[in-house]
C-alpha cells in the first residue's frame, strides 16, 4: 500500500514495538507529528521541557527496560539541543534511535532556515546516521537503525528526513522484525581453553565488572561464575546491579573514588578477570601501573576494547552472557579461602566512613536505601552526589542505576529519570542530583507534573559545584574559581511553582520521615538538603596516579 512519508515513520515505530516517544516538535517535523497525532493511543509521546531532556528521557528508557530508546527533534537547534544526549548514549554504549527531520532536500547546502548538517555534527557519537532523501528508502533505513542500534555494543543511531520526504508517498510493505542475537561469532574454543587454565592456575583471582554485564542481562550466569572461580568481585560506576551489592564477595568500586579494599585487591591479585569493562582512565588511574602484578583476561563484546588501554595476556570476544554460559560449563569449582580472607580483611580495615553530627550525603543516601528497601531505581547526575550514590546505596539488580559515566553528564539525571518511570511505572525512581546539575535541566520539572510522573528528586545543596571545588582544595589551593552557587535561588518555592510537591530538610532527624512521605505520596516530589560545602568523596586517588595510591581524609591528616 502507498503511504507517505510520515505514516511510514510511524508504521516502522509500531513494526519495532516502540511505544513510547520522547521529544518536542517543530516545523520541519510537522508531518510526522501529525501523524503521530493520529496514533496517540498506540504510541505515547511525552513532551519534555528542551530537546535535551527528551535525549536523556530515552536514553533511562532504554536503561531500565533493555529496549531501544526513542527521541524525536525538528531541524537546525531542535536536533543539535540532543546532541549532548546522543553523545551520553554513546559513551554508555545505551541503544537509542534519534529522528530528526530537515529542510526540504531543494533547501540542503543553501544556509535555510533552521538548516544544519546534523549527520555530520553527530558522526563521531553515533554508531551509524543516516540521512534519508528518497522516500522509497526510508522504511528500510529505519529498520537499519534500530538493528545497528542494538546489535553487538549497541549505541545511539540518527536518522535525519528531509520534510519533503515526509509528504511524499511510497509504497510500504509490513516487515517482520528478526531478533538481534547476541554476538558469538568471534568466541572461539580455544580462547575459552586458555582461560579456564589461567583461572585454575590463579591462587589470587579477581572479577571486575563493567556496563557489558549489565547490558548483556548476564547477572545469573556472572554470580554461577563467581561462584566457581571463588573470589571478590568489584565493579565499575556502569557495571552497578550486575553482582549483587550486598553479597560477602563483593568489595565495592574500583578506580578514583572506588574503595580502597577494590583498589589495593585488582594491585595484589595475580589474575584479573575483566568482564565487560573498558579500563577507563577514572578506572585504573595510571595505567602503566594498573594490576602489575596480575595477568589480565578480559571479556568484551567489542575487540576495539582490547588493549585499547591496558595491555591484557588474554581476551574473549563476544557477548559477555554466553561467554560465561559457556566458561561455566568447561570450569571446575576452585577454593581461594586464604585470598578471601584477606580481602574480607581489608574491608574490616578500610570500611567506608562519614561523619554522623550533621546532615551529609551519604547519610541522605544510606537512609534511602533503607526506606526504600533498596528497591528502588536510582538516577543520578554528575559529581560528588553521583559517588556517594553508588558508594552508599546497595544495587542488587542490573539496570537499576542509571548515571551518565562515559561523559560525566551534567544535568542527565533529571530527564533520565522521567524515561525511567516511563519505562518501568511500578518501581521507586529517585534522582539524586547537586544543586549545581540541577540547575541546568530543572525545567524537567514542568515536564513531570505535566503527565503525573512521580519521580522523586533529592537535591543534595551545598551551593557549590562539589566535585570541582573538592579539587580545588586538594590541587589548587583553595583557588575556587568560579564554584559558588551562592545566590536567591529557592529551589522549593522553584518546585511549587511548576506543580510538585517540595521539601527542605536541614537536620539528619527530618530525612526519614520526608523520604517515607516522598514515597508515599505519589507525585513529583523535590527534596531540597541543606549540606556543608566543603563535605568531600573518601576514599580518593589523586589524578593520573595508580591506584594502589588511594588515600582516605584520615590519610591526608597523617601527611
Same mark, same amino acid.
Given at each position: 500500500?502507498?503511504?507517505?512519508?510520515?505514516?511510514?515513520?510511524?508504521?516502522?515505530?509500531?513494526?519495532?514495538?516502540?511505544?513510547?516517544?520522547?521529544?518536542?516538535?517543530?516545523?520541519?517535523?510537522?508531518?510526522?507529528?501529525?501523524?503521530?497525532?493520529?496514533?496517540?493511543?498506540?504510541?505515547?509521546?511525552?513532551?519534555?521541557?528542551?530537546e535535551q531532556g527528551a535525549s536523556h528521557a530515552a536514553d533511562g528508557y532504554a536503561r531500565v527496560t533493555g529496549k531501544v530508546g526513542v527521541c524525536m527533534a525538528t531541524s537546525g537547534p531542535g536536533a543539535t539541543n540532543l546532541v549532548t544526549g546522543i553523545a551520553t548514549a554513546y559513551m554508555d554504549s545505551i541503544p537509542l534511535?534519534?529522528?530528526?527531520?530537515?529542510?526540504?532536500?531543494?533547501?540542503?547546502?543553501?544556509?535555510?532556515?533552521?538548516?544544519? %548538517?546534523?549527520?555530520?555534527?553527530?558522526?563521531?557519537?553515533?554508531?551509524?546516521?543516516?540521512?534519508?532523501?528518497?522516500?522509497? =528508502?526510508?522504511?528500510?533505513?529505519?529498520?537499519?537503525?534500530?538493528?545497528?542500534?542494538?546489535?553487538?555494543?549497541?549505541?545511539?543511531?540518527?536518522?535525519?528526513?528531509?520534510?519533503?520526504?515526509?509528504?511524499?508517498?511510497?509504497?510500504?510493505?509490513?516487515?517482520?522484525?528478526?531478533?538481534?542475537?547476541?554476538?558469538?561469532?568471534?568466541?572461539?574454543?580455544?580462547?575459552?581453553?586458555?582461560?579456564?587454565?589461567?583461572?585454575?592456575?590463579?591462587?589470587?583471582?579477581?572479577?571486575?565488572?563493567?556496563?557489558?554485564?549489565?547490558?548483556?542481562?548476564?547477572?545469573?550466569?556472572?554470580?554461577?561464575?563467581?561462584?566457581?572461580?571463588?573470589?571478590?568481585?568489584?565493579?565499575?560506576?556502569?557495571?552497578?546491579?550486575?553482582?549483587?551489592?550486598?553479597?560477602?564477595?563483593?568489595?565495592?568500586?574500583?578506580?578514583?573514588?572506588?574503595?580502597?579494599?577494590?583498589?589495593?585487591?585488582?594491585?595484589?591479585?595475580?589474575?584479573?578477570?575483566?568482564?565487560?569493562?573498558?579500563?577507563?582512565?577514572?578506572?585504573?588511574?595510571?595505567?602503566?601501573?594498573?594490576?602489575? =602484578?596480575?595477568?589480565?583476561?578480559?571479556?568484551?563484546?567489542?575487540?576495539?576494547?582490547?588493549?585499547?588501554?591496558?595491555?591484557?595476556?588474554?581476551?574473549?570476544?563476544?557477548?559477555?552472557?554466553?561467554?560465561?554460559?559457556?566458561?561455566?560449563?568447561?570450569?571446575?569449582?576452585?577454593?581461594?579461602?586464604?585470598?578471601?580472607?584477606?580481602?574480607?580483611?581489608?574491608?574490616?580495615?578500610?570500611?567506608?566512613?562519614?561523619?554522623? %553530627?550533621?546532615?551529609?550525603?551519604?547519610?541522605?543516601?544510606?537512609?534511602?536505601?533503607?526506606?526504600?528497601?533498596?528497591?528502588?531505581?536510582?538516577?543520578?547526575?554528575?559529581?560528588?552526589?553521583?559517588?556517594?550514590?553508588?558508594?552508599?546505596?546497595?544495587?542488587?539488580?542490573?539496570?537499576?542505576?542509571?548515571?551518565?559515566?562515559?561523559?560525566?553528564?551534567?544535568?542527565?539525571?533529571?530527564?533520565?529519570?522521567?524515561?525511567?518511570?516511563?519505562?518501568?511505572?511500578?518501581?521507586?525512581?529517585?534522582?539524586?542530583?547537586? %544543586?549545581?546539575?540541577?540547575?541546568?535541566?530543572?525545567?524537567?520539572?514542568?515536564?513531570?507534573?505535566?503527565?503525573?510522573?512521580?519521580?522523586?528528586?533529592?537535591?543534595?545543596?551545598?551551593?557549590?559545584?562539589?566535585?570541582?571545588?573538592?579539587?580545588?582544595?586538594?590541587?589548587?589551593?583553595?583557588?575556587?574559581?568560579?564554584?559558588?552557587?551562592?545566590?536567591?535561588?529557592?529551589?522549593?518555592?522553584?518546585?511549587?511553582?511548576?506543580?510538585?510537591?517540595?521539601?527542605?530538610?536541614?537536620?539528619?532527624?527530618?530525612?526519614?520521615?520526608?523520604?517515607?512521605?516522598?514515597?508515599?505520596?505519589?507525585?513529583?516530589?523535590?527534596? %531540597?538538603?541543606?549540606?556543608?560545602?566543603?563535605? =568531600?568523596?573518601?576514599?580518593?586517588?589523586?589524578?593520573?596516579?595508580?591506584?594502589?595510591?588511594?588515600?582516605?581524609?584520615?590519610?591526608?591528616?597523617?601527611?
Amino acid at each position: 500500500m502507498k503511504l507517505t512519508g510520515s505514516q511510514i515513520v510511524i508504521e516502522c515505530l509500531k513494526e519495532q514495538g516502540v511505544d513510547t516517544i520522547f521529544g518536542y516538535p517543530g516545523g520541519a517535523i510537522l508531518n510526522i507529528y501529525d501523524e503521530l497525532y493520529k496514533h496517540s493511543d498506540e504510541i505515547r509521546h511525552i513532551l519534555t521541557s528542551h530537546e535535551q531532556g527528551a535525549s536523556h528521557a530515552a536514553d533511562g528508557y532504554a536503561r531500565v527496560t533493555g529496549k531501544v530508546g526513542v527521541c524525536m527533534a525538528t531541524s537546525g537547534p531542535g536536533a543539535t539541543n540532543l546532541v549532548t544526549g546522543i553523545a551520553t548514549a554513546y559513551m554508555d554504549s545505551i541503544p537509542l534511535v534519534a529522528i530528526t527531520a530537515n529542510v526540504s532536500v531543494d533547501y540542503l547546502g543553501k544556509d535555510s532556515f533552521q538548516e544544519i %548538517d546534523i549527520a555530520g555534527v553527530t558522526m563521531p557519537i553515533t554508531k551509524h546516521n543516516f540521512i534519508v532523501k528518497d522516500v522509497t =528508502k526510508l522504511a528500510n533505513t529505519l529498520r537499519r537503525a534500530f538493528k545497528i542500534a542494538k546489535t553487538g555494543r549497541p549505541g545511539p543511531v540518527l536518522v535525519d528526513i528531509t520534510k519533503d520526504v515526509t509528504a511524499k508517498e511510497a509504497e510500504y510493505v509490513k516487515a517482520d522484525i528478526e531478533p538481534v542475537n547476541p554476538s558469538v561469532d568471534k568466541i572461539r574454543d580455544e580462547d575459552l581453553e586458555e582461560a579456564v587454565k589461567m583461572i585454575s592456575k590463579s591462587k589470587k583471582p579477581f572479577i571486575f565488572v563493567g556496563g557489558g554485564a549489565v547490558i548483556s542481562d548476564a547477572a545469573t550466569e556472572l554470580r554461577e561464575f563467581v561462584d566457581k572461580v571463588d573470589s571478590p568481585v568489584a565493579d565499575t560506576l556502569m557495571g552497578k546491579g550486575a553482582f549483587d551489592g550486598r553479597d560477602s564477595r563483593y568489595t565495592g568500586m574500583v578506580g578514583m573514588h572506588g574503595t580502597k579494599t577494590s583498589n589495593l585487591g585488582i594491585t595484589e591479585c595475580d589474575l584479573l578477570i575483566t568482564i565487560g569493562a573498558r579500563f577507563s582512565d577514572r578506572v585504573t588511574g595510571n595505567a602503566s601501573k594498573f594490576a602489575r =602484578k596480575a595477568k589480565i583476561l578480559q571479556i568484551d563484546v567489542d575487540p576495539a576494547d582490547i588493549n585499547k588501554n591496558v595491555q591484557t595476556h588474554h581476551s574473549i570476544i563476544g557477548d559477555v552472557k554466553e561467554v560465561l554460559v559457556r566458561l561455566n560449563k568447561m570450569l571446575d569449582k576452585q577454593e581461594h579461602s586464604d585470598w578471601l580472607n584477606h580481602i574480607k580483611e581489608l574491608m574490616q580495615k578500610h570500611p567506608l566512613n562519614y561523619r554522623k %553530627d550533621i546532615l551529609t550525603g551519604p547519610y541522605i543516601i544510606e537512609k534511602l536505601y533503607e526506606v526504600t528497601e533498596g528497591k528502588a531505581i536510582i538516577s543520578t547526575e554528575v559529581g560528588q552526589h553521583q559517588m556517594w550514590a553508588v558508594q552508599y546505596y546497595k544495587y542488587k539488580e542490573p539496570r537499576t542505576l542509571i548515571t551518565s559515566g562515559g561523559l560525566g553528564t551534567m544535568g542527565y539525571g533529571l530527564g533520565a529519570s522521567l524515561g525511567a518511570k516511563v519505562g518501568r511505572p511500578d518501581d521507586i525512581v529517585v534522582n539524586i542530583a547537586g %544543586d549545581g546539575c540541577f540547575r541546568m535541566n530543572m525545567n524537567e520539572i514542568a515536564t513531570a507534573t505535566r503527565y503525573n510522573i512521580p519521580i522523586i528528586q533529592i537535591i543534595l545543596n551545598n551551593s557549590v559545584l562539589g566535585m570541582v571545588r573538592q579539587w580545588q582544595t586538594l590541587f589548587y589551593d583553595k583557588r575556587y574559581s568560579n564554584t559558588t552557587l551562592k545566590d536567591k535561588v529557592d529551589f522549593v518555592k522553584l518546585a511549587e511553582a511548576m506543580g510538585a510537591k517540595a521539601f527542605r530538610i536541614s537536620k539528619p532527624e527530618e530525612v526519614e520521615g520526608v523520604l517515607r512521605e516522598a514515597v508515599a505520596c505519589n507525585q513529583p516530589v523535590i527534596i %531540597d538538603c541543606l549540606i556543608d560545602c566543603d563535605e =568531600k568523596v573518601w576514599p580518593m586517588v589523586a589524578p593520573g596516579a595508580p591506584i594502589q595510591e588511594v588515600f582516605s581524609e584520615e590519610d591526608l591528616k597523617e601527611k
